[in-house]
C-alpha cells in the first residue's frame, strides 16, 4: 500500500503571493500594497532602490512579520502546501549576505545539529563548490572556524553558508546581497554554484547587483510598494 504523500515530500513548483499588503503600524502609510508574484524554479531575482520595501518583503517570506491582508503560500503547481503563519517559513532556507558562521567547525556550520550524514555530506559540498577549499585542509570538515568565520574569505565563508541551506533540504533559498562583500572572482564563483543547485529549486535573490540580475530567469521590480515583473534590469 502507498503511503499518503506529505507536505515535505511534495515538489515546490512556486511561491505565490497574492494581493499582499503591509505596514508597521495601522496609522502609517503601506509599505507594500497588493503585491502579486508567482516565484518560479530557477533563479529569480528581486531589484529596487534603498527603501522600496525589499526588506521588508524579504522579512515577510520568512515569517517575521505579520502581513496585513493576502497570502504567501508555496504550490506544487496545482494544490497550496500548508504552511504556519505567512505560509512559507518551512519551506525556506535562508542565506544572508555575510554568510554568519559559528565559532565552530566547518561540518557543524553545515549540519548545525544531529548526527552527520557524511556522504550527503560529501555531496553537498561539492554542489557548494566549497569542497576544494576542505580537502586542502589537514583536518577537512574538522576545520575550526573562529569568530564570524575571520579565518575565511568573504567567498568562503559564503560557499559554507550556501552548504548549510543546501542541507537543510529545503526547496526555496532566499539570498540577501550575495555579492555584496564578494570581489568579482568569488562573484563570479557564487552564480555558477546558484545555476547548478536552482535547477531544481526556487532561488530567491534580493540585490542591488546589477550585473548578478542580468543573469537571472526571472527578475522583479519593487517601486512605489508594488512588484512587477521586468522585461529588462534598466
Same mark, same amino acid.
Given at each position: 500500500?502507498?503511503? @499518503?504523500?506529505?507536505?515535505?515530500?511534495?515538489?515546490?513548483?512556486?511561491?505565490?503571493?497574492?494581493?499582499?499588503?503591509?505596514?508597521?503600524?495601522? =496609522?502609517?502609510?503601506?509599505?507594500?500594497?497588493?503585491?502579486?508574484?508567482?516565484?518560479?524554479?530557477?533563479?529569480?531575482?528581486?531589484?529596487?532602490?534603498?527603501?522600496?520595501?525589499?526588506?521588508?518583503?524579504?522579512?515577510?517570506?520568512?515569517?517575521? %512579520?505579520?502581513?496585513?491582508?493576502?497570502?504567501?503560500?508555496?504550490?506544487?503547481?496545482? &494544490?497550496? #502546501? @500548508?504552511?504556519?503563519?505567512?505560509? !512559507?517559513?518551512?519551506?525556506?532556507? %535562508?542565506?544572508?549576505?555575510? *554568510?554568519?558562521?559559528?565559532?565552530?567547525?566547518?561540518?557543524? =556550520?553545515?549540519?548545525?545539529? *544531529?548526527?552527520? &550524514? =557524511?556522504? $550527503?555530506?560529501?555531496?553537498? @559540498?561539492?554542489?557548494?563548490?566549497?569542497?576544494? #577549499?576542505?580537502?586542502?585542509?589537514? &583536518?577537512?570538515?574538522?576545520?575550526?572556524?573562529?569568530?564570524?568565520?575571520?579565518?575565511?574569505?568573504? *567567498?568562503?565563508?559564503? $560557499?559554507?553558508?550556501?552548504? $548549510?541551506?543546501?542541507?537543510? &533540504?529545503?526547496?526555496?533559498?532566499?539570498?540577501?546581497?550575495?555579492? @555584496?562583500?564578494?570581489?568579482?572572482?568569488?562573484?563570479?564563483?557564487?552564480?555558477?554554484?546558484? /545555476?547548478?543547485?536552482?535547477?531544481? $529549486?526556487? !532561488?530567491?535573490?534580493?540585490?542591488?547587483?546589477?550585473? #548578478?540580475? *542580468?543573469?537571472?530567469?526571472?527578475?522583479? /521590480?519593487?517601486? =512605489?510598494? /508594488?512588484?512587477?515583473?521586468?522585461?529588462?534590469?534598466?
Amino acid at each position: 500500500k502507498q503511503e @499518503a504523500q506529505t507536505e515535505t515530500d511534495r515538489k515546490v513548483a512556486s511561491l505565490q503571493i497574492e494581493d499582499l499588503t503591509f505596514r508597521y503600524n495601522e =496609522n502609517e502609510e503601506q509599505v507594500l500594497r497588493g503585491v502579486n508574484a508567482a516565484f518560479q524554479i530557477g533563479t529569480n531575482c528581486i531589484i529596487g532602490e534603498s527603501g522600496s520595501g525589499k526588506s521588508t518583503l524579504l522579512k515577510i517570506l520568512l515569517g517575521l %512579520y505579520e502581513i496585513e491582508n493576502g497570502k504567501v503560500y508555496g504550490t506544487d503547481g496545482k &494544490d497550496a #502546501l @500548508a504552511g504556519s503563519r505567512s505560509g !512559507v517559513e518551512n519551506l525556506v532556507a %535562508y542565506v544572508p549576505g555575510n *554568510g554568519f558562521l559559528y565559532h565552530s567547525t566547518i561540518k557543524k =556550520n553545515i549540519i548545525m545539529s *544531529g548526527e552527520p &550524514d =557524511n556522504k $550527503r555530506l560529501e555531496m553537498i @559540498a561539492k554542489q557548494a563548490n566549497i569542497h576544494v #577549499l576542505i580537502e586542502s585542509l589537514d &583536518d577537512g570538515m574538522e576545520h575550526d572556524i573562529t569568530e564570524s568565520g575571520a579565518n575565511l574569505s568573504m *567567498g568562503q565563508q559564503q $560557499r559554507i553558508a550556501i552548504a $548549510r541551506a543546501l542541507y537543510s &533540504d529545503k526547496p526555496i533559498l532566499i539570498f540577501d546581497e550575495p555579492t @555584496a562583500n564578494l570581489d568579482p572572482e568569488a562573484a563570479t564563483q557564487f552564480w555558477n554554484t546558484i /545555476r547548478t543547485i536552482a535547477e531544481e $529549486r526556487i !532561488v530567491l535573490i534580493v540585490t542591488h547587483d546589477m550585473a #548578478l540580475a *542580468g543573469h537571472c530567469q526571472y527578475i522583479w /521590480r519593487l517601486q =512605489n510598494g /508594488r512588484l512587477e515583473k521586468a522585461e529588462t534590469i534598466m
